[in-house]
Structure formats: structure tokens, C-alpha cells
């Protein structure tokens, strides 16, 4: 199982500043490595797939970047809905078995 | 569109045994794995196993193994996660989540989730 670790555990950021998380995997996962977004009772939301492309629908001010073992996502100008929990998660094995990072949870300073 | 529904919250006593299920609709169900994800209460996602519906060929994460069985019914497009003796440790949210298959098999769509709890 590829373990993935995410920093920092909790960001507090005022709405209108620009954040970076971080996701380090223990072996190199090329670029298969997709972000979530979860919300309080919901289920998580896709917001990029390998490493940098952003899902359907979703704004240009979350970006993805990285390769290899290092990874980051870059929200920039912080809106009130992106408070919640992010999650990495890898899939570079064969049969797809995936695994996520323990989150990075934004919330508003 | 694509859509994963899920059964309805369980309430269950230990010892107990449990199914829940995932209905897909919207795309062809044998085409694409489908797999389980535990989130307990306050905590993070746990990747459980995957399916293909196709050939039913299921793998598990090793903390899950033995512990739960994934299965598949092409005829209903429905996935199920079964426990045969639920234990107390088992309360969680459980979702099913679809692999995509352009680009890698990211988790591309999800079910809304099972909540499930164990308690005497």
C-alpha cells in the first residue's frame, strides 16, 4: 500500500488569501494523484486528476502540481465555500487499489 | 448522468450481519471498477477494495481483508459491502466510489453514503 502524507493537518486562512497543501508519497506515483474536497456530511468532490488537471466544473483558481513523489494544490483568492477538508488520493496500482493522504483541513481565521 | 445511490443508514447490534448497496445508473456498470471507502466519525477516508463488475474479480486493502466481502450484480447494476459479524469498530459513513477509466482510475463519481452503526 503507497502511503501518502499530507501537511499541514490544519490551515486558518482569511478568505481572499491564496493557500498551498502538500501531499508527499512514500514511493514515486508519477502522476496519478487526484484532490478532493469534502464538506461537513457530504461525500467528497473531485477537484483534480493527474496531478493537475481540474474536474469538470471546477473554478480556475484551484490548481494542481507535481510529480513523482512531491505534490501540491494551490488555492488562490480563498472564497467562503472552500472551507473544508482536502484530501490527495494515488492511484498508480494495479488492480486500481487507491489510497488517500489523512487530510488537510482549511479553515476560515 | 451518471449516478451511485446508496442504501439507506443501518442501525445494527455486534454480532450482527449487514449488506448495504450501491445502485449505479447512467453508464455501462461491467465497464468500470467500483470501490468502498470508510470515513469513521471525525476521521479521514479509508480505501477498503475495488470490484470489476465485469469479471467480479475483487481486491482488497490488507486491514480490510477478511474483515468485509465486496460484490456485484451486473443484472441490477448494483455493488454491495457485506459484514458477517458487525463489530462496534465498524460505525463509519460508507461510500462506493466509480474508478474512472480515461486518464487513470481516479475516484471520478460517488454515492451520497451509507451511515452505519453498531451499538448494543
Known amino acids: 500500500e503507497i502511503v501518502l502524507t499530507q501537511s499541514p493537518a490544519t490551515l486558518s486562512v482569511s478568505p481572499g488569501e491564496s493557500v498551498t497543501l502538500s501531499c508527499t508519497a512514500r514511493?514515486?506515483?508519477?502522476?496519478?494523484v487526484a484532490w478532493f474536497q469534502q464538506k461537513y456530511g457530504q461525500a467528497p468532490r473531485l477537484l483534480i486528476y493527474?496531478?493537475?488537471t481540474r474536474a469538470t466544473g471546477v473554478p480556475a483558481r484551484f490548481s494542481g502540481s507535481g510529480f513523482g513523489r512531491e505534490f501540491t494544490l494551490t488555492i488562490s483568492s480563498l472564497q467562503s465555500e472552500d472551507f473544508g477538508v482536502y484530501y490527495c488520493?494515488?492511484?498508480?496500482?494495479?488492480?486500481?487499489?487507491?489510497?488517500f493522504g489523512q487530510g488537510t483541513k482549511l479553515e476560515i481565521k | 448522468e451518471v449516478q451511485l445511490v446508496q442504501s439507506g443508514p443501518e442501525v445494527k447490534k455486534p454480532g450482527e450481519s449487514l449488506k448495504i448497496s450501491c445502485k449505479a445508473s447512467?453508464?455501462?456498470?461491467?465497464?468500470?471498477?467500483i470501490g468502498w471507502v470508510r470515513q469513521m466519525p471525525g476521521k479521514g477516508l479509508e480505501w477498503m477494495g475495488i470490484?470489476?463488475?465485469?469479471?467480479?474479480?475483487?481486491k482488497y486493502s490488507p486491514s480490510f481483508a477478511g474483515q468485509v466481502t465486496i460484490s456485484a450484480d451486473t443484472s441490477v447494476t448494483t455493488a454491495h459491502l457485506q459484514w458477517s459479524r458487525l463489530e462496534a469498530s465498524d460505525t463509519a459513513t460508507y461510500y462506493c466510489?466509480?474508478?474512472?477509466?480515461?486518464?487513470?482510475?481516479?475516484?471520478?463519481?460517488w454515492g451520497q453514503g451509507t451511515v452505519v452503526t453498531v451499538s448494543s
Open positions: 466510489a466509480r474508478s474512472s477509466d480515461t486518464s487513470g482510475y481516479f475516484s471520478d463519481y
Open positions: 447512467g453508464y455501462s456498470f461491467s465497464n468500470f471498477w
Open positions: 470490484i470489476n463488475p465485469g469479471d467480479s474479480f475483487v
Open positions: 514511493q514515486s506515483v508519477i502522476t496519478n
Open positions: 493527474g496531478a493537475s
Open positions: 488520493q494515488q492511484y498508480n496500482d494495479w488492480p486500481p487499489m487507491c489510497s
